[in-house]
T-cell receptor
Framework: AQRVTQPEKLLSVFKGAPVELKCNYSYSGSPELFWYVQYSRQRLQLLLRHISRESIKGFTADLNKGETSFHLKKPFAQEEDSAMYYCAPDGAGTALIFGKGTTLSVSS | DAGVIQSPRHEVTEMGQEVTLRCKPISGHNSLFWYRQTMMRGLELLIYFNNNVPIDDSGMPEDRFSAKMPNASFSTLKIQPSEPRDSAVYFC????????????FGPGTRLTVT
């Protein structure tokens, strides 16, 4: 079965520290991959998608087909990055499957 | 555009009662999704529609759950009878078409079943 794993339920870092939110998927073929973010009291929203290969709010995500991973990274965390992050591969023809999410807490 | 609209925002009901959650997608979007969010299971897809037709309802927990989309601008998710384990935040999302497009989420309905 198609599956996405976000191994960390909570990740706590200090402001200015590097951040890596892990995501591993088990899909055949080449799925489209997304990261969604939910800030406190805001709607869940798209942060970035693999195909656009862009950096959003300093975050990047690289697809590693060999490791079937799509980790989200930021070199210097900011307090406003504190949120819940969901990794979501699209199984091309099947419904988008979200991971269980990782709560990122950035403290000063 | 006000985005995806959900109502009610909060619902508290007693076990055994019928609950109806409502969603209005963004105008022009062809796909609509219902999700359930809990601490234990994260964000789970319940069902999604494309052009008002249910495409994948494999995530619907059991027969107590049903969803309809009578037209392009309205969808309902019904739980009958409700149980305490149904307590969760239910999100509706819409997209231009299918799952490869960005999904726009509503604010969610927080359901508490006592």
């Amino acid at each position: 079965a198609q599956r996405v794993t976000q191994p960390e339920k909570l990740l706590s870092v200090f402001k200015g520290a590097p951040v890596e939110l892990k995501c591993n998927y088990s899909y055949s073929g080449s799925p489209e991959l997304f990261w969604y973010v939910q800030y406190s009291r805001q709607r869940l929203q798209l942060l970035l998608r693999h195909i656009s290969r862009e950096s959003i709010k300093g975050f990047t995500a690289d697809l590693n087909k060999g490791e079937t991973s799509f980790h989200l990274k930021k070199p210097f965390a900011q307090e406003e990055d504190s949120a819940m992050y969901y990794c979501a591969p699209d199984g091309a023809g099947t419904a988008l499957i979200f991971g269980k999410g990782t709560t990122l807490s950035v403290s000063s | 555009d006000a985005g995806v609209i959900q109502s009610p925002r909060h619902e508290v009901t007693e076990m055994g009662q019928e609950v109806t959650l409502r969603c209005k997608p963004i105008s022009g979007h062809n796909s609509l999704f219902w999700y359930r969010q809990t601490m234990m299971r994260g964000l789970e897809l319940l069902i999604y529609f494309n052009n008002n037709v249910p495409i994948d309802d494999s995530g619907m927990p059991e027969d107590r759950f049903s969803a309809k989309m009578p037209n392009a601008s309205f969808s309902t998710l019904k739980i009958q009878p409700s149980e305490p384990r149904d307590s969760a935040v239910y999100f509706c999302a819409s997209s231009l078409g299918g799952t490869s497009y960005e999904q726009y989420f509503g604010p969610g309905t927080r359901l508490t079943v006592t």
